[in-house]
């Protein structure tokens, strides 16, 4: 009975974490959509709150997860060793992106998911004329999105479920629910599905978040560089 009531607690506080970080990313695109006709101040205005709001959630999330780390997992840091692994992960992700893009054009007839279409659409909005939510939008891309989704959706998720010698089940389930609020049809679930298990197994090697954090942003890079500079053109 206590077993299934944590069960049932962590799912809710896993849920509500989910729901926070997609939060996270929408704001970001909304101030894209709908702050055209801001004032300068306003769009400032805006931009500092996200960042201090977004900095105390991290910084309160990071404590909680933290509790739960063992205390010699938190003395990991990121070696040049470590960076070379993050950059093969990064590696293996674009491959199982490039087999999934195919795998989706030959399913479904489309050569972009839904995700990477709506980004392109709302990266089409950035101008210098409002160069503070455009910054912004491609920082949450680079940056903010990868390290938030790390910390819940494989940090959190593992930690509140999972023991040590249940990877496979935890590298299954965190990836399924990683891929769920990525994709609107069934053909893009092979590639994200594929990417989260990478991002798994790169946390998964030293159990240290940092390291899917980092190949993470390694992976969210490309496209934000790609926006940026067609904003400049």
Do not use: C
Not at 93 to 109: D, E, F, H, M, P
Not at 151 to 165: D, E, H, Q, S
């Amino acid at each position: 009975m206590n077993n299934f009531k944590s069960t049932a607690l962590g799912l809710v506080k896993w849920i509500g974490l989910i729901a926070l970080s997609l939060l996270i990313n929408v704001a970001p695109m909304l101030f894209l959509r709908l702050g055209k006709n801001l004032p300068i101040y306003a769009e400032i205005l805006l931009v500092a709150l996200y960042l201090i709001l977004v900095f105390l959630i991290f910084r309160s999330l990071w404590r909680r997860y933290q509790k739960r780390v063992p205390e010699e997992k938190k003395k990991f840091k990121l070696s040049g060793k470590d960076i070379g692994f993050a950059f093969l992960f990064f590696f293996l992700a674009r491959v199982a992106a490039i087999v999934g893009v195919y795998l989706n054009l030959i399913l479904s007839g489309n050569s972009q998911t839904s995700n990477d279409s709506a980004i392109q659409g709302l990266g089409g909005m950035m101008s210098s004329q409002h160069i503070f939510f455009a910054l912004l939008f491609v920082a949450t891309i680079a940056f903010i999105a990868p390290i938030m989704e790390e910390l819940i959706f494989r940090g959190f998720g593992t930690a509140f479920f999972f023991k040590n010698n249940q990877k496979v089940l935890s590298a299954i389930v965190t990836s399924v629910v990683f891929t769920l609020p990525h994709i609107t049809q069934l053909t893009e679930f092979p590639i994200y599905f594929a990417l989260g298990l990478v991002l798994y197994l790169s946390y998964a090697r030293r159990e240290n978040i940092k390291d899917s954090m980092l190949v993470h942003i390694l992976n969210n890079l490309p496209m934000a560089i790609i926006l940026l500079l067609a904003m400049f053109k």
